[in-house]
């Protein structure tokens, strides 16, 4: 079984898929939506550099992150029916 790092937070989220290409995917699980990525090192360095402040373009930053909330609204009307 291949292991995978996943969270809740849409802001790491936007981050790692920018900062490295790998998009993740999206699990539904009690209301909640959480993104999964591979735990390859590419994403490893990535959430580093999230956790350590490291600079990012704020517009495609930020419509990233609009992207992620919407597939998470899409994604819970789907499952809340």
Do not use: C
């Amino acid at each position: 079984m291949e292991k995978d790092w996943s969270t809740l937070d849409v802001y790491a989220t936007a981050w790692i898929y920018l900062t490295t290409g790998i998009y993740p995917e999206l699990k539904y699980f009690k209301g909640r939506v959480s993104f999964h990525f591979p735990l390859a090192e590419q994403v490893i360095n990535s959430i580093s550099e999230y956790n350590s402040g490291e600079k990012i373009e704020a517009l495609r930053y930020s419509l990233t992150i609009k992207n992620f909330k919407s597939q998470i609204f899409q994604l819970k009307s789907q499952n809340e029916k």
